[in-house]
């Protein structure tokens, strides 16, 4: 049963997967099953089983397929379900099935990465790229990992996602700014975020794991570098401008970087990895406010981003309004 | 005599424009006149006259077209003047033509933008881009303006140059992000910096006018949008995002922005105003590195920037070093 | 019914005017709605409809009139309402008969006001402010609106209250600097924040409008200043000097001011605004942490200001301990 | 010889009282004397010694009354000496006669102080504060002081004129807020900076004194008025009051506050202290920059306050342009 | 009963020290009552009782000693009580004798200090130091008190254990570097935190007292070190640099310092003190984090630290996993 | 010729090592070299040749060793040379010889470090402290190497120094806190700035490599580490403990960590680092203040530090003054 069908105040009988499985305690001091369940598509839905027997509130449901019956409840617009039952289903999924993943098809998306890797002539940067393409942590990972753990392109294929947008963007700066080395550019784009692999674990869900909290995804990305580059015999000089770029991206130290943009690709780089991850995120954003809007149209309050999204009607049917 | 064929150790016999002249005192006392001299393609050099006598002193040469005589120094490989002689020429430029510009002619820049404006496919959009480029402030100075004092784009034709590298860059954008209104972003691009042909003025040089100061190009250009929406009696929610786009092209409070971006197309023009104006500072800096690098490589220090602009051979003849 | 006259543990069947109505979610999954109620006076008190039935959660209560059945409970020394029953009354009251009110008749303040107008000597700086207190959004409305929507003089005639308040503190500026050109500082206090009228709404309460999260009302009033000046054929100087009043009153930029203090009149303007907004929030934070005191004198903590707020013997009754 | 009187291009031979000298070395290598030279009513001119004898330079002239011969000088405006010879004069004046002072005389204004302390009402609230006024430290030194080394009232008698200000302003606060407590509030004004005889040293001009550096005014003002609450057996809320506003009248840590404002009379005693000195920073810092206008009316940059000050017309004679 | 000896199931029937109780509230806006309850070793547990009778939630059990009868729950490994009744205990213990404490005896602590005080070579430090420890508010309170409400050292001999903590890292310091003058070094450590004596008050827990909250313990501390080095006539100097390292010990303005380190004995006793406090309150917090290990290994996300503490395996047993 | 036996006023013939020679523009537009001058012992001296002729002005003299001819100058009271010629020696000095050093014998500071090694329990963590001491970058290098370009202990040995006062700081942070690994602790003290060695260049001074600016010491040493635990098989926990240190010793993102502590061995680290180079900069600041009091004794501001560094009478012989 996909999980967009369900409607409120029917009664189901489903199998789903569990992303995010964990006890909680009500008010009253009574504990409860708090559950993200998801089906085949990678859509979700809230579930919660308010009277567990204890021999449910003992078991470990995370990553696990299970059977459940359940009412469906309806809050400020939104469903989620009352569970009256869940059981470990006979049959368990892969569970990478049912996280959500990125709308453009994998084998398009490795085509088009592919032909960028192509079109960089300076050959020891090929090289190297090639060399990271082709580190066991990444091929077969690249195309299936997530580029942030919720913030942004945070879906199955999301990282090859956000690394196209940066490769498009970058060919209108190649353009705009011939000073610009477009093969390191390209390089950038494509190496910036691989510490991600590392630093993002995907099993029912994305979590970080222990390299990802001690080591970070700018240190671990760039130890990648320097083992292709050291690999390949590249020269000290691109060596240092493709370590560079990896560890300069999030543009300032406050921001995680450990050196400040210190070569034009480097700074160009940071500033397409804002574009892509900042955009994506302020659509979220808007389109989450969309669903609760006030009366005034002002949006409500996003206390993350410490501003009202603006929805408005143009934002929703395309349309200005015509007062 | 254009600037760029003075050689060090000739004693030359020229006519410059003044771009900026002031009376400076050396540590011994001595006054003298400091002036920045300007050719016919933009192009400048600094002039002392150490002994110079008291009417040249006590009169104003900024923006004055000169007759010099002068012996060319040198020093830490650029060239400077040392004036014998300085008077004003019979015939006077236009100070315009003396001052730097930039490299795409006019007319190819104002076409360009011509096609985005057609482009814009909403009539109300459209009607107001059109009223604000037909504004007696902006047209016939739009393609003369700089899009900084000093910073960046800070040449004739500048805000011209600026704006479209951003809606080049917000093709992509569009093309990535189906979700963001097309017409909207291009024209938040075209009107983002209009407020600078208030905020600066052109003389011999760009300065800050008294408005500039006091109101600032982020409400200056605001303004001129809330006149054009009105006179083409645009609606409510239309007239806001476009307003919204300009007050927020900063981004953030502490750059200036009176209000935080609210809307994803209000979101991507200020980072893609980002991706124009810092890419084209770090070229520019590392560019000025690059005259005087230190030996071990690392570039020296750049203290708007705090940090060391890294140059190596790469940089310098577009081949990495073979070590 | 008043509700300061309300007692713990009462049964009560009273008329109250709901200033706003959200339906929130016990942890034990139940739905129940959750609303402030107004008198005609504008105290409210948080009312709680624990077992609504379905057809009650799904009604706006927001903005209405209604009569509940209620019982009274006590929490940690302020009264709630536990309600048993809510519908609309029959008869409907005007909205803002029940929001709070500045203390000073409305008809004194607009007279004091006055005053102050009438002893403005520049003629041009006269007549612009005749022409905003003239614009048809600003009169009629000056006199209801709040300074702001939470956080200081939050009551009908509170921007009137705040603007008196800046202009008898703007009295002593002027005899102290007589460099202080009054006109000018006494033109900026009664328009400072006129934009208020437009970025907030008054209705069942105060919030903020689209307007106000797009444009804001620094700038919205700096419009409205602009207006005028042009209506009036004001100068561009004295045009200037008011508009960088109104858009510097937040004195730096991370504070949401788009230009900076640039004359004498704006600096003292902006700090004038501080005293005025910053001591009425200090007193009435003292006021609330005077009702949960802990046992030590040292207040609770004020999550807000980060800080504990003093409250001691002498802030509650006027006369210092005698330890 | 008063130091108004001298005109540029003349050659004087006069007594002045060095504020302060020093050895510079100019760029070719050569050290010469610098010097400020004060008359008795407190102006001040900058003076060169540029071929002065070793016997000259190994003197320590700082404080001392000397005659000198010169050349009078002018750059970009302002006057300075060239000296020609300088010698201790045989009648050495007493420093603080040359010291620049607040214009209302002294006895005016401890007049007016003494109205404020008569007017406190509660017994010992004004104890302490005669007590603090009867400080050895404090009696017949208040009004000599400066309120501070050279930012805002760095003048003989400043530390009083400052006080004042603040009590003004104070009386106003306190009519349009009753729940001040108006003895707190005028005592705070009054002892706020008091810990400024201490902090600064007043010679030939004025100085940090090593407890300046080691203890600061605020510690140092707090230790004064908990002296005096001890002396007069004040209670303990009363002397917590106190002190709390001494020590939190900086308003933020960051500032320099060891606590922040926990009651309405400090918040109200931080803001009122920052009208005073702001305003009276920013009334300098105009008329600074009218000296030195540039062309377009934006007034020049202000490194220390990140600013152009805006001069224009209507702030030099009284009256706006009338374009 | 111990409440280490507690296990999850059982029922129990005891008696503990209530540290704090509070009436809180249920999202069915039921009351319960809230507790921590300590028994005598300083152990201490969270106790609620959710349908206490009225008479219950009336009374005051905060530092009463009570017996209570309770069912013991379990929620996330770590144990709760769920009372089925409280009452007053016949016998009222201590208050003191139930809070936690440091591990070395006082006595054993109080003799390291003396050998630290009798070791101190320059006579006048020496008594400023011992005056200050036979101050009255000292005498006695030293040995009990926390160093702080609850970050680190938060228990009885607190802060006698971080004083001892600082005083031996300061004997590396002074055999590192010679520069450093002894005897001021270990005064400063001494006295640093001393003001914590008044700035805390110790019952049934640890609260700020009113005296904190509107003086602050760094201030309080120098006003004991000014009271001792007037006592004992102790020099300018001296006492000025004593005063000094209890002033600047934070370090920053912004952490609360007046004055910021200005010799290397303050500077020294400032980062020794962050030695002591930040390492000691990460071991708490790594600790804490062990207890709830997420299964990534990579710890969950502490608010207040805004950090993943690492908990692994070497951190639990003491031996490095071996993959 | 040793520099501390040059005499102001005397005429010298000696050979010096240039440290860094570069060609400086007097105000008058002359152009003249300006060096610094080292000795066999380390001391150096600043240099002036301002009439330098066009022969001299085109050499590069960085790094040569020069004889000399000059007269000695003294400026407040520090020696500076004024050249009369200077020529490259026959005989050229090897240019560490002429660097300032470390107190201690290097051979000593090397035994001291081989017993921390040897002192390590854990077999994995010390091979990997002996791999990273083995590596062809660090053998040798190590005890020559500064810690800093010229903030703290850049001196030849400096680095070694440095580490060994960690370490001894580690020895009471194991004793007072049990808690806490020993093995780990000191193995990131041995290792925390072992990148320095590539980030720094010695030759005839200190620089910063390219590597350095574009990678950085902290990625760098981080690299070191983590190629030792491959090379000896280290333990995947360990592995990640060990480089975890390295990455986050500068304590927090804005100071240069990629991340920021998140074990107790890091967080020790990280302020013990904070220890050693602070008092140490702290050190020589007093000690640079204490040769240009000022009369009040309150020191000169230094503008590095922002603040004034307190010198008075104890600073300088040992005893308080006895006022």
Redesign the interface.
């Known amino acids: 049963m996909n999980i967009s069908a369900i409607k409120s105040g029917a009664s189901i009988n489903a199998t789903f997967l569990v992303g995010e499985a964990k006890?909680a305690?009500?008010?009253?001091?009574?504990?409860y099953l708090r559950a993200i369940l998801r089906d085949k598509t990678g859509d979700s839905i809230l579930a919660?089983y308010?009277s567990a027997p204890p021999e449910i509130l003992a078991m470990n449901f995370?990553g696990k397929t299970v059977d459940i019956t359940a009412k469906v409840?309806e809050?400020?617009g939104s469903v989620n379900l009352?569970l009256n039952s869940i059981h470990p289903a006979v049959e368990q999924w892969d569970v990478t099935d049912s996280l959500p993943k990125a709308e453009a098809p994998v084998g398009e998306m490795l085509g088009e990465l592919d032909e960028y890797v192509t079109g960089i002539e300076?050959p020891?940067v090929a090289a190297v790229i090639r060399a990271v393409l082709e580190d066991p942590v990444v091929a077969g990972n690249l195309e299936r990992w997530p580029a942030a753990k919720s913030r942004h392109h945070a879906v199955v294929g999301g990282l090859l996602q956000h690394t196209l947008?940066l490769l498009?963007?970058a060919?209108?700066?190649c353009?705009?700014?011939p000073?610009?080395?477009r093969d390191l550019l390209v390089a950038g784009c494509i190496v910036h975020d691989i510490g991600k692999i590392i630093e993002l674990?995907v099993g029912a869900g994305f979590?970080?794991?222990?390299?990802?909290?001690?080591?970070?995804h700018?240190?671990l990305g760039?130890?990648m570098v320097?083992r292709a580059c050291c690999a390949v015999d590249c020269?000290?000089?691109?060596t240092?401008?493709l370590?560079?770029m990896v560890?300069s991206h999030h543009g300032e130290?406050?921001?995680?970087?450990?050196?400040?943009?210190?070569?034009?690709e480097a700074?160009?780089l940071h500033?397409?990895d804002?574009?892509?991850s900042?955009?994506?995120q302020?659509?979220n954003a808007?389109?989450r406010s969309a669903k609760r809007p006030?009366?005034?149209?002002?949006?409500s309050w996003d206390r993350q981003w410490?501003?009202?999204?603006?929805v408005?009607?143009?934002?929703r049917d395309?349309s200005?309004?015509?007062?």
């Not at 020269?235 to 691109?238: K, R």
């Not at 408005?312 to 934002?315: D, Q, S």
């Open positions: 006890i305690e009500a008010k009253n001091g009574n504990e919660f308010f995370t409840d809050y400020q009352k300076d020891e947008e498009k963007l060919d209108v700066v353009d705009l700014y000073e610009i080395d674990g979590q970080y794991t222990a390299e990802g909290v001690m080591v970070g700018i240190v760039d130890e320097a020269s000290t000089e691109t240092m401008r370590r560079h560890l130290k406050e921001w995680g970087a450990p050196v400040v943009p210190s070569t034009a700074m160009a500033h397409l804002q574009v892509s900042q955009v994506r302020a659509i808007v389109e006030d009366q005034s149209g002002a949006g410490s501003r009202n999204w603006f408005g009607k143009r934002g395309g200005a309004d015509s007062d």
